[in-house]
Nanobody
Framework: EVQVVESGGGLVQAGGSLRLSCVVS????????IGWFRQAPGQGREPVSY???????LYDDSVEGRFTMSRHNAKNTVYLEMNSLKPEDTAIYYC??????????????WGQGTLVTVSS
């Protein structure tokens, strides 16, 4: 069974940085695309970035140039480096495994999320 665990969230001031990690167990991630999504209070879950198994990366326009996604297959881990954080980045951040697309139903496995709070 594939399990997904996110970590690295926390409270940070606007302009600060955080690095989120997504550790996958139960399967190697080599053949999987991985996605980061976020859900702000009262909002739906929206895509942040995806990385394919061939290392192609897509970013949402709202994070382009500020966030960097990477994968370390040997560690079965994917990262999201978040810089120049804004209060509107406040959300629960979720890691999604094995899929592609902007909808929750496009992905097969999900973590429980990690909370990022950006204060102004």
């Amino acid at each position: 069974e594939v399990q997904v665990v996110e970590s690295g969230g926390g409270l940070v001031q606007a302009g600060g940085s955080l690095r989120l990690s997504c550790v996958v167990s139960g399967s190697t991630i080599d053949d999987y695309a991985i996605g980061w999504f976020r859900q702000a209070p009262g909002q739906g879950r929206e895509p942040v970035s995806y990385i394919s198994n061939s290392y192609s990366i897509l970013y949402d326009d709202s994070v382009e140039g500020r966030f960097t996604m990477s994968r370390h297959n040997a560690k079965n881990t994917v990262y999201l480096e978040m810089n120049s954080l804004k209060p509107e980045d406040t959300a629960i951040y979720y890691c999604a495994v094995d899929g592609w697309g902007p909808f929750v139903t496009d992905w097969n496995y999900w973590g429980q999320g990690t909370l990022v709070t950006v204060s102004s």
